[in-house]
C-alpha cells in the first residue's frame, strides 16, 4: 500500500517540503507519497488529523498557522513539542496522534553550516517574532546555552511565549549587542542593521526569496547570513525519518530546491 504523507499550511502552494521530500522517495525508491494540503482554517486542519487517525495518513509535517493546534490535537507529544508549545509533525499509528518539533533541530543545523565560527553559549540572541517556529527556535538556542530575547509586535504575544519558556521580552535596543538575530516572521523585519555589532550573524526562516531583503541588508555590511532554506532542509531530515523508517538518501536536494526557486546554486 501506497504511504501518504504531507505538509499543511496556509499558505501552502509555496512549500518546498514536496519537493524535498519527493526527491528523498524517488531516490530510495519508496512507495509513498508526500502532497501538500491547504486547509481552510482549523477546522479543516483536524478533519485532516482525522483522516491520519483513520489510517489514511502517516504522517504530516505542520507550518504556519497549525503548529500549536498540532500539538493542542496530539494524544502523545515528545519533550521537545512540549517544551516548544507546537509541532511541526505529527505521525498517525494505530489511531493515535505523537507530536514531534523539529524546527530547533533544522535551525541548529543551519547555522552550523553557515555560520560555523558563531557558538551561541553565554551570546545574545535576538528573535523576532513569536509564533511556533519561533517557540522552536528559542527552546532550541536557550538548550544551547544562548541568552535569548524575544521582540515582538504584539508584546503580549512575546510574554505569553517567554512566560512559557522562561527567556525574556526585550526592546529593540538589544539588537545592538545581539551576536544573532533571527527573523521568524512571515514579513520583513523593520530594523536598522546598520546598528548591528560588526561581528553579528543574520538568520531569517524565510526562504522566498532565498536573500530576504533583511538578509540582502546583512550582506551589505558584511555581515554572516543563514537562509531559510537551510533550516528548511534541515527540519525535513528528522521528518523524513520519523514518517518512512528511514534516513533521508544522501543526495543534494538544496541544490534541486534552489532550481525550484529560480536561484543559481
Known amino acids: 500500500m501506497t504511504i501518504l504523507a504531507g505538509v499543511a499550511g496556509r499558505p501552502i502552494a509555496h512549500s518546498l517540503s514536496p519537493l ?23 477546522a479543516g486542519f483536524a478533519a485532516l ?18 503548529k500549536e493546534l498540532a500539538l493542542a490535537l496530539a494524544d502523545d507529544a515528545s519533550a521537545t513539542a512540549r517544551k516548544c508549545g507546537s509541532a511541526n509533525l505529527l505521525l498517525f499509528q494505530d489511531g493515535r496522534v505523537w507530536a514531534e518539533s523539529t524546527d530547533g533541530a533544522g535551525l541548529i543545523g543551519a547555522l552550523a553550516e ?3 565560527e558563531l557558538d551561541v553559549r553565554g551570546q545574545s540572541v535576538v528573535l523576532l517574532g513569536a509564533g511556533g517556529a519561533a517557540r522552536a527556535a528559542v527552546a ?3 538548550a544551547a546555552g544562548a541568552d535569548v530575547g524575544v ?3 504584539t508584546r503580549a504575544r512575546a510574554e505569553a511565549l517567554t512566560a512559557d ?10 539588537l545592538n ?12 523585519p523593520d530594523i536598522e542593521v546598520s546598528r548591528l555589532r560588526d561581528d553579528a550573524v543574520l538568520m531569517d526562516m524565510t526562504y522566498r526569496p532565498l536573500l530576504t531583503p533583511f538578509l540582502l541588508q546583512g550582506r551589505s555590511r558584511g555581515l554572516t547570513t543563514v537562509d531559510g532554506l537551510a533550516m528548511l532542509i534541515g527540519q525535513a531530515r528528522p521528518s523524513f525519518r520519523v514518517i518512512f ?15 525550484a526557486l529560480g536561484e543559481a546554486p
Do not use: C, M
Open 49 to 66: 488529523v482525522t483522516d491520519g487517525r483513520a489510517g489514511r495518513l502517516r504522517g504530516l509535517n505542520v507550518t504556519a498557522p497549525f
Open 140 to 142: 532550541a538556542l536557550k
Open 114 to 116: 553557515q555560520a560555523p
Open 20 to 42: 524535498i521530500h519527493t526527491t528523498w522517495i524517488k531516490t530510495a525508491e519508496l512507495d509513498a507519497e508526500y502532497r501538500a494540503f491547504g486547509p481552510e482554517d482549523g
Open 151 to 153: 521582540l515582538n509586535r
Open 165 to 174: 519558556l522562561g527567556v525574556t521580552v526585550v526592546e529593540a535596543r538589544a
Open 177 to 188: 549587542e545581539a551576536a544573532l538575530v533571527i527573523n521568524a516572521l512571515s514579513v520583513p
Open 245 to 259: 523508517g528511514i534516513e533521508p538518501p544522501p543526495i543534494d536536494v538544496r541544490t534541486e530546491a534552489l532550481t
